[in-house]
């Protein structure tokens, strides 16, 4: 590994660099709808296609899938940085697994990926119920995952010798979900080329060569969604950022397509972007927020595989649905992330998880997808039962996150409910209710159908409830 302060290109990767602004810059000129500055950028809306989405696929796989190791609770695919710090876990485990002049580039020839199958995953995708597939197109390693003209540094050319993100997007697209290979180069921690600690290396060079890549991802693949990540380390103002969304918006204009952006374009999360980000933070998320926003997380406590992370670590099938209920109820998607193996496989238990999420969602999707936040996001009922609420096309959703152990559930009410009809979501079963001093009691059955979280619809009149409807 080169020393933490260097920067430096080869020859090849400057004449690339040179070629491929030289063919942009010969393309066709279009006309400019957006332009990088807050007075354009910040008009642009958020589409209805993924505040409609609720649910979408994460996918960290890449070199760092080989290793696949780190302490528990920590992130896998960080390897390739914690490898080389004397001082860390990683360090010790790489030395005595692999050997200490065993560097990162060594890896790349064990990822072969022999067991990978694209329409597989985007299957498996689809029967968990996701709309939209966010693999990384790049993650902090530098290392691009498609057949990128920039630098032969990729997995086109190098360990697999597929464009995976090309293949991918073919198979997720055939079955209707919308995709979008993210982007994490705004941090970089190990390339040949741009080795050492971020951000030292940070010049005019490498943010040219970083803007080529995103440019390409976004031309080559029309992402529906452009994921950025690494932001965090310096302002917007020297990554230019607002560039690439200005060409992403005014590229999206010439396709036809409505699209959408996160917030991480540098040191602006929560503040600017068509949704906002959170990641491994949803408990603390306790109130409604008005700007869309996107929960991401593992299954586990890492992104990337990590065979050092026991089934323990891992959320239950019920935990996920009801984490992806509370999500929903608060405006936000949940973006649950996948790690697969270096091999292409992913691990059964991850599997089975996804099923069971895909299992409930046949039956209760209807209070989740397409759905918008009421008024209020959560109660509780006089029973102690936790409640969340969704709403869509003159129905509220009225969803136990657990199975009521009481025949009743009374929970304050301040809106007249003389014409409502309460029914299960599950069965259609009609339920009985009383309104009596600002207080809605409902009869539930002797045995709730389903499992993991217990949907009821609500409708009336729909004057009644959509005066306190978002």
């Given at each position: 590994m080169k020393n933490g302060n260097t920067f430096s290109f080869s020859a090849l990767t400057v004449l690339l660099l040179f070629l491929f602004c030289l063919q942009t810059s010969i393309q066709p000129v279009m006309a400019q709808t957006w332009n990088p500055n807050w007075d354009s950028i910040l008009k642009h809306e958020t589409p209805e296609w993924f505040r409609d989405a609720k649910f979408g696929i994460f996918i960290h796989w890449g070199v760092y899938s080989v290793p696949a190791w780190a302490p528990r609770g920590m992130y896998a695919e960080w390897y390739p940085r914690y490898m080389y710090q004397k001082d860390h876990p990683v360090y010790e485990y790489h030395s005595k697994t692999w050997g200490e002049d065993f560097n990162y580039e060594d890896f790349i020839p064990l990822w072969r990926a022999e067991n990978w199958d694209p329409d597989e995953w985007a299957d498996l995708f689809k029967r968990a119920g996701a709309n939209y597939v966010i693999p990384v197109g790049e993650h902090h390693d530098g290392f691009p995952l498609w057949d990128s003209g920039l630098t032969q540094w990729n997995a086109a050319q190098m360990g697999p010798e597929r464009d995976l993100i090309a293949e991918l997007g073919e198979s997720v697209r055939a079955l209707g979900m919308k995709y979008g290979p993210s982007y994490h180069g705004l941090l970089n921690y190990y390339t040949p080329e741009y080795s050492g600690p971020h951000p030292e290396y940070i010049n005019e060079n490498y943010i040219e060569f970083m803007h080529a890549k995103m440019r390409e991802i976004i031309d080559l693949f029309e992402p529906d969604i452009l994921w950025l990540d690494g932001d965090w380390v310096q302002p917007l103002e020297?990554?230019?950022?607002?560039?690439?969304?200005?060409?992403?918006?005014?590229?999206?204009?010439?396709?036809?397509?409505?699209?959408?952006?996160?917030?991480?374009?540098?040191?602006?999360?929560?503040?600017?972007?068509?949704?906002?980000?959170?990641?491994?933070?949803?408990?603390?998320?306790?109130?409604?927020?008005?700007?869309?926003?996107?929960?991401?997380?593992?299954?586990?406590?890492?992104?990337?595989?990590?065979?050092?992370?026991?089934?323990?670590?891992?959320?239950?099938?019920?935990?996920?649905?009801?984490?992806?209920?509370?999500?929903?109820?608060?405006?936000?998607?949940?973006?649950?992330?996948?790690?697969?193996?270096?091999?292409?496989?992913?691990?059964?238990?991850?599997?089975?998880?996804?099923?069971?999420?895909?299992?409930?969602?046949?039956?209760?999707?209807?209070?989740?997808?397409?759905?918008?936040?009421?008024?209020?996001?959560?109660?509780?009922?006089?029973?102690?039962?936790?409640?969340?609420?969704?709403?869509?096309?003159?129905?509220?959703?009225?969803?136990?996150?657990?199975?009521?152990?009481?025949?009743?559930?009374?929970?304050?009410?301040?809106?007249?409910?003389?014409?409502?009809?309460?029914?299960?979501?599950?069965?259609?079963?009609?339920?009985?209710?009383?309104?009596?001093?600002?207080?809605?009691?409902?009869?539930?059955?002797?045995?709730?159908?389903?499992?993991?979280?217990?949907?009821?619809?609500?409708?009336?009149?729909?004057?009644?409830?959509?005066?306190?409807?978002?």
């Open positions: 020297v990554f230019r950022t607002r560039e690439i969304i200005a060409y992403y918006y005014n590229r999206a204009e010439e396709w036809g397509k409505e699209v959408a952006v996160n917030d991480r374009w540098g040191q602006v999360r929560g503040i600017f972007g068509d949704f906002f980000t959170q990641e491994y933070e949803y408990d603390v998320i306790d109130q409604l927020i008005d700007h869309k926003w996107e929960n991401t997380r593992g299954m586990g406590q890492s992104f990337g595989y990590n065979s050092n992370e026991p089934e323990e670590d891992y959320m239950t099938v019920t935990e996920l649905i009801q984490l992806l209920v509370d999500n929903v109820s608060k405006n936000a998607n949940l973006l649950l992330n996948v790690g697969p193996k270096a091999d292409g496989s992913i691990p059964e238990i991850q599997k089975n998880l996804l099923l069971g999420i895909g299992k409930w969602l046949e039956v209760n999707g209807d209070a989740i997808y397409g759905t918008r936040p009421w008024f209020k996001a959560e109660a509780k009922s006089t029973q102690g039962d936790d409640i969340r609420f969704t709403w869509k096309d003159g129905t509220l959703y009225l969803m136990l996150m657990d199975k009521a152990e009481t025949q009743s559930i009374t929970i304050p009410w301040v809106l007249p409910v003389e014409h409502a009809h309460i029914a299960l979501l599950a069965s259609g079963e009609t339920l009985n209710w009383t309104l009596n001093d600002n207080n809605l009691t409902i009869e539930l059955p002797d045995q709730l159908p389903g499992e993991h979280v217990y949907v009821l619809t609500i409708s009336d009149d729909p004057g009644y409830l959509m005066q306190r409807n978002r």
